[in-house]
């Protein structure tokens, strides 16, 4: 098997073992913010909970039903936003969002880190909503302070 071929099956490893027990996954009675997300395509819905301490997300976890892709894109991402300040979470989801959107074969964006199990999306344009739900939901949680988001 090909390098490629064994980096291919580690990233879907780690999807899958998101997708199936997710991290922060549990309500957060007292977040500082709150946003829904819902993609009417195909059904995936999640609520992100943010606890911000200042300038800075203190805690992030999420809630909802969706594809192994939206579900571990969420798992991912409050794993990794702990500790950012709001212009670094924005700057991640800038970064991670012109990922999943950029053609394949691209050179992906730096600094993802495990983010870049989710960069085949790519390759599956109507996965790419799936992918982005969670991350539609921080924005909003993080600027508006809740509400609910669409994918369409």
């Not at 390098?3 to 007292?30: A, C, T, V």
């Not at 571990?72 to 959107?101: C, N, P, W, Y």
């Not at 950029?102 to 983010?115: F, H, I, V």
Request: proline residues 5%.
């Amino acid at each position: 098997m090909s390098s490629e071929g064994e980096l291919r099956d580690l990233y879907q490893e780690l999807i899958l073992d998101h997708g199936r027990r997710p991290r922060n996954f549990s309500p957060m009675p007292d977040a500082s913010a709150k946003a829904e997300g819902f993609n009417p395509l195909c059904g995936d819905r999640v609520t992100v909970f943010v606890k911000t301490e200042g300038e800075r997300i203190g805690a992030v976890s999420f809630q909802g039903s969706g594809c192994a892709i939206s579900t571990a894109s969420a798992s991912l991402m409050t794993e990794r936003l702990k500790g950012m300040t709001r212009t670094e979470a924005q700057g991640l989801l800038d970064r991670f969002h012109a990922m999943v959107i950029s053609e394949p074969g691209k050179p992906l964006p730096a600094d993802l880190g495990k983010l870049e199990v989710l960069g085949g999306v790519r390759e599956f344009p109507m996965r790419v909503k799936c992918a982005t739900l969670a991350w539609h939901a921080l924005k909003s949680a993080l600027e508006q302070g809740g509400g609910t988001v669409s994918t369409e």
